[in-house]
DNA sequence: ATAAAGTCTGGAACCCTTTCCGGTATGAGT
DNA sequence: ACTCATACCGGAAAGGGTTCCAGACTTTAT
């Protein structure tokens, strides 16, 4: 049995004779260590826990198949919690995956900075990479993030040369990401030395906020010349809220999102978004991840570029005072 | 030690005095038994492969979201693998997570029929559920099926009723759902009485098949009045080819699609789709794999319903025989 | 009071590898 | 011919639990 192990894993201490005889009985008995002993023994699992807010999502998709794609080139499984949008879940999943004796951790948690996840994150013991989230220093944690801010100040600064004051940006929670947009909107206006006219309007990353959110800004005193929204599915009630309006985008009202999916690109206008590359998101914070596994450098970062394309939904705004209402 | 792990498995052979001293020591110590070495001797490990075709498209990602779920409720974890639309991965995925002694399998294969997916399936000692497959009732798989045939025989039948006789179907690579759909579309002629006077495009479900396809029957020399595509993928692809050929659908060509998508919502007209619930699907068909795991029933089969939703995407064809081309 | 039955408990085997360690065989050096 | 080093091998311990089993201690029945 020991010489079995010796030939396997390729320990100096054999004869090629023995590896000769080993390998041909290997072959008889179609052998295969078992994972589990190997595991115990080894006290490693050649596995990573990912927990993430919600896999529905079509970008957390994307960086999912990146992340999962390179880990098992490199013989890796990959574990997957979803925690459905709950901050509490997190902290649950992370525990469990540990339990599990996951060799890492990747994690985009539902919600930043919740003391149990934090927790959970420090004492796991094992390497974290964390993705597009702001996590304290103290975790310890690799990071791969997006620049988000850069894209945005691009689209922001758009809209401004077009001559656009008033924009509305529409968030969801508070997390890297709304901060990153937030910040980049900011800068295009005061880069330009404009005072800031707009306003942002953080909720929820989803449908009924981009619509909530947009029918208020449009109902208000003072509504807004161009909207962006900051997700796929801002976007989407966004566009149902102008729709009701009775505004035609690119006309009435200028509009972008961020990234790109088939309405954008297929809208009537095209829709100007804000782009980045998911999948090499998910490649990247798994090489992060690996790095660690093998010896032990001290925690890495990545930054990936977001950057805005311009379209037909971005126009002047329109001379009239005071649009229609529905 | 014994006592210790039979107060935590609630063996009944254990006394109240023993509990609570054992109790108390765990507590103390903040005791967690290993994960690796209680599958080790149990022979289980709690734990499911899902191996699909492609987790960044948005159906498979809802259903492993109602799959992880359901699992994650019942004390499983879930190991994900993709294929990246590559049948010859699917077996050596399928091998894998054997090795990795996952108590039952989810399977959604890129590819239908490989002989090497089928073998491992065979082999692989441990239930499997397959999800909208078909696959030879050898492997003794339970199923969770879609019931793509009666979605889309009523969205064709809509568009005969409207008057389209020639339709054209864009589809797939062949496997259940493309089948199924076929034959709802063959159905919906046959059952009126109606000549067969459509085409199916069998592809693969991307866009450059929709696009490919949908250019091709445009420029044929007699073009449908109707065209459906069988994902969101095709349709984004059927859509830029209609735009290209200045189609305007809902009034000079009848357009549908399957699966709800912003898109198809948002659209200019809106799309009509045939619907399904795919998270439902994930619970479904981990339901089916957890009543395998405890006791062992034969293999189950669960079919969901899909059902359309006329849009003003579709409308009586236009009266004119020959259509302005591009 | 005693046999029989029942309740708990700790020891040991087992799950399946990896790895340490002592020991044999072989070859080189003198 | 006899050290000494080197190469290789098998036994045993370890990794951390679960479960079988025999035995000790209670309790019940007679």
Known sequence: MSSVSRVLTNHPDVSEKMRTRVMRSVEALSYEPDWLAQSLRRRETQTVGFTMADISNRVMAEIVMGAETELRERGYSMILTNSEGDGNRDAQHIITLGRRRVDGLLVATAVEGNRATVRALKETGVPVVVIDRNLPRTVGASAAYFDHRAGMREAVGHLLELGHRRISLVLGQRFRPTIERRSGL?????????????????GHYDEQHGTDATTRVLDGPDPPTAVIAGSNQLLTGALRAIKRHGLKVGRDISLASCDEVSLTELYEPPIAVVHRDNTEMGRRSAQLLLERLRGDPPPGVVTLPTWFEPRPSCVAPAKVARRSRK
Request: proline share 6%.
């Open 186 to 202: 900011e800068e295009a206006y005061s880069e330009r030395g404009l005072s800031p006219t707009f306003d942002v309007l953080e």
